[in-house]
């Protein structure tokens, strides 16, 4: 998951400018991006990692920092593994 | 790099271009001039499966990938803007329901949404809010097995036939979307007349007092309303209306060439006329470059790239303020005819007009827009310098 991680991070840093984003920190508490950030996001998660993000994906829990994006995509991966 | 529409595309234009010299045209002024768009049109469309042009053919939708979209835009906003507006805020829901409804509201929704037997509407303006458009103060509480909606929805497209909303409101303080249907208790929908431009698309007011909707309306989830199902539903209709703005420019620039080949002035045509020429020239090329931002952005979002996003927004911006410069160097040229109802360029202004202020007006996509600028600046400039680092390391 190291490669997902580093697609992410770079994913992000094209809107956190030049902060160098740790992997647990909270995106959120840096404060209201654009309104069409989250959708970007949406797009960038299915495009990337061939995954759907459907309505029960969408808590802030599941987009809150790197590994809680990373840790979504496992949940995901093992259930379109296992289907 | 190929930078040219599919064979199956061409088809697609020169059927859709078809129907609206056919069906739509001959009609359009009227359309403009009575504030009303007659059911039989809409039947039109919904028979040709373009209302379900969005919607995958296992919900009974044609199907379309988005540069098919586009050019079925293209083509009805050269007919008449109103009806694009109907294609437009029809597809934006059936999109929302699509990606963010639950199974029953798809079952119950999509299938009726692409054979056009429903309507589809999209209700987030209000008397105070449009552009902060999370700022809405609709509100929705939950009671029993319902919700209960109280507010003010203002502008919306097709109101007055719409037989759902896509009504925006805040639950507990935070932005949610509801389906509310027409017949719905508490909710009164009010005709908006008299307006600028697109005036056959039927715009209404709804007036929610204590409406009540049942608990399985909320789409999507408490609090992603704006974020996600709006954002969403908003791409879709910017990309819808910046095609469409080709299809008016378009018009015009059709209505010109021929209009400049036929009357004279000082013993020539008015097309050997340099200054008139420069005009032409100037919608040529602008048409050109919206056109190709709108396949641009419609290819993007075909292979679901997230950039799709800001070039739709781009194109929008683009698109819809030459729409507007198209439209009223297409009256000068016309001159007192421009003027006048006989020539349909002065509708063609009007209708322009309009695009420059729905789906985020021009100045809010100049704020986003430029926001991306620096946003990308910043980030090719860490890019680099990380590159070079790591070229110093090797
Ligand atoms: C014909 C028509 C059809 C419509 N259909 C629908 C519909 O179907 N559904 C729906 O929900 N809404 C609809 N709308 C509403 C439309 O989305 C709003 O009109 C639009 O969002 C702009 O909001 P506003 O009119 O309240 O203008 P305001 O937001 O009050 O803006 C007024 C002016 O100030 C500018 N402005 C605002 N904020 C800024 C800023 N930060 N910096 C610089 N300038 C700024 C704007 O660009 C604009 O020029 C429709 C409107 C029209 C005219």
Not at chain 1, 29 to 53: D, P, R, Y
Not at chain 2, 248 to 273: G, M, P, W
């Amino acid at each position: 998951m190291k490669a997902a991680k580093d697609k992410i991070k770079k994913f992000l840093s094209q809107f956190f400018g030049d902060r160098d984003l740790q992997d647990d920190e909270d995106i959120f508490a840096l404060g209201f991006v654009n309104s069409m950030f989250a959708m970007q996001l949406v797009l960038f998660i299915e495009k990337e990692f061939e995954v759907t993000i459907e309505n029960e994906d969408l808590e802030f829990a599941n987009f809150r920092s790197i590994n809680s994006m990373v840790s979504l995509l496992e949940r995901k991966s093992t259930v379109l593994a296992r289907d | 790099m190929k930078l040219e529409l599919t064979s199956q595309q061409k088809d697609n234009c020169s059927s859709f271009r078809a129907f609206v010299d056919e069906e739509i045209v001959p009609h359009a002024d009227r359309i403009d001039r009575e504030e009303r768009t007659p059911p039989e049109i809409i039947q039109k469309l919904a028979n040709k499966g373009y209302l379900g042009a969005i919607l995958p053919e296992d919900w009974g939708g044609t199907g379309m990938d988005a540069i098919a979209y586009g050019l079925l835009n293209e083509e009805i906003g050269r007919g008449c803007s109103s009806l694009r507006c109907l294609l437009t805020v029809h597809s934006m829901v059936a999109h929302a329901i699509l990606k963010w409804g639950s199974k029953f509201q798809k079952e119950h929704w999509l299938t009726k949404l692409a054979s056009g037997d429903a309507i589809a509407a999209f209700a987030l303006s209000e008397p105070n809010v449009g552009s902060d458009a999370k700022a809405v103060e609709t509100t929705a509480t939950l009671s029993g097995d319902s919700y209960i909606l109280n507010g003010q929805k203002k502008w919306i497209t097709y109101g007055q036939i719409a037989d759902v909303f896509l009504v925006f409101a805040k639950w507990e303080g935070k932005p949610s979307a509801f389906l509310v249907e027409k017949n719905s208790p508490g909710l009164s929908i009010k005709p908006i007349l008299g307006m600028l431009g697109v005036r056959g698309s039927m715009l209404a007011e709804l007036h929610l007092n204590n409406c009540q909707i049942p608990q399985e309306n909320l789409v999507c989830r408490q609090g992603f309303g704006f974020s996600h199902v709006a954002s969403s539903t908003l791409d879709l209709g910017r990309y819808s209306v910046a095609c469409g703005c080709v299809g008016i420019a378009q018009a015009c620039l059709e209505a010109c060439i021929e209009y400049t080949s036929k009357r004279k002035q000082f013993d020539v045509y008015l097309k050997e006329h340099q200054l008139i020429r420069q005009m032409i020239t100037d919608a040529i090329a602008n048409i050109k470059a919206a056109r190709l931002l709108c396949y641009q952005a419609g290819y993007l979002k075909d292979s679901g790239d997230p950039k799709s996003i800001m070039e739709t927004s781009i194109a929008k911006y683009f698109a819809s303020t030459i729409a507007t410069k198209v439209a009223n160097d297409a009256v000068q040229i016309h001159g007192g005819n421009g003027c006048s109802s006989e020539y349909p360029v002065q509708r063609y202004l009007r209708d322009a007009k309009i695009m420059e202020i729905i789906e985020g007006s021009t100045q809010i996509q100049q704020i986003t827009i430029a926001d991306y600028g620096y946003q990308e600046y910043i980030f090719s400039q860490n890019r680099s310098s990380t590159s070079q680092e790591l070229v110093a390391r090797t």
